[in-house]
């Protein structure tokens, strides 16, 4: 398994790396088309666990957060979310007249995957689209990286005490502990190195986006495997062999995006 992760992550990073220096249009299809993918794993696996989620809401929502969020910013971001709630009731309350015995609750699934995904995905577009922004997000993406590289060394030689015993049992507190101690150390040397391209970022600043994804970066993970333990499947999808699906991938960066995205605001 660990061989088959190394040989797919091997062209895929530099691969992402490239995507996010040339940014513009083909960063903006890159991450609409990773939101749009993820929104429908989410979508399958509710309908596959006998909901019916809107596929239009689910999946086509997402992608157009994320190619709005590219040409407008966040400048008619409250039209959007007003229209895509609209449309979420109307088509769940066409779906309840047809017979439909859980639109009700059809109605929430579809709006948590829309803003969970689709609005979370599109701090993508706004933080690319910040000053030195292709290097503020080769910070805050290579971080969680870490976080997650060090949890799983630590835990899997040293775990012992289990950090989520339903949601993901082979997470420990020993490997949370060694995902913050990892932010620490090595985060501001990846800061070091970037500021040589971007005078505005410093050690400091990596330390302290380390330092907070670390300490929240997990709870990304175990929201999307709550979602699949409550399905009883082990991964959104098969799309990347090693890897499951995109959402898998993807989880603890819905969280990162969005956070780094705010704490550079801070600094400017």
């Known amino acids: 398994m660990l061989k088959q992760r190394l040989l797919v992550l091997i062209p895929l990073i530099p691969a992402a790396v490239a995507i996010i220096l040339i940014g513009e249009w083909p960063y903006m299809l890159t991450v609409t088309l990773v939101m749009g993918t993820a929104g429908w794993e989410y979508w399958r696996m509710f309908t596959r666990g006998g909901y019916r989620p809107s596929a239009f809401i689910s999946i086509v929502g ?14 008619y971001a409250d039209l959007l979310i007003a229209v895509f709630l609209f449309f979420a009731l109307a088509i769940h309350l066409v779906e309840f007249e047809r017979g439909c015995q859980t ?12 803003f969970y995904i689709g609005w979370l995905g599109a701090y993508f577009i706004s933080i690319r689209a910040l000053p030195d922004g292709q ?15 060090g949890a799983y060394l630590i835990g899997r030689h040293y775990g012992r005490h289990k950090l989520s015993r339903h949601a993901s049992p082979n997470k420990s507190w020993e490997g949370y502990a060694g995902g913050i101690l990892f932010a620490l150390l090595f985060c501001p040397i990846l800061a070091l190195l970037w500021q040589t391209k971007a005078v505005y970022i410093t050690p400091l600043k990596g330390l302290v986006i380390g330092g907070i994804l670390s300490l929240v970066g997990f709870l990304g993970d175990l929201g999307e495997s709550m979602f699949k333990r409550h399905f009883n499947v082990k991964d959104s999808s098969n799309l990347i062999p090693g890897h499951g699906g995109v959402f898998d991938r993807i989880d603890s960066w819905l969280w990162a995006v969005p956070i780094g995205y705010y704490l550079i605001q801070l600094w400017k």
Not at 62 to 73: E, H, K, L, N, W
Request: proline share 5%.
């Open 62 to 75: 997402p992608a157009v957060f994320s190619i709005t969020r590219y040409f407008f910013g966040f400048q």
């Open 103 to 114: 639109s009700a609750i059809d109605f929430g699934i579809s709006l948590g995957g829309l």
């Open 135 to 149: 290097w503020w997000l080769l910070l805050v993406l290579p971080s969680i990286w870490i976080v997650d590289g």
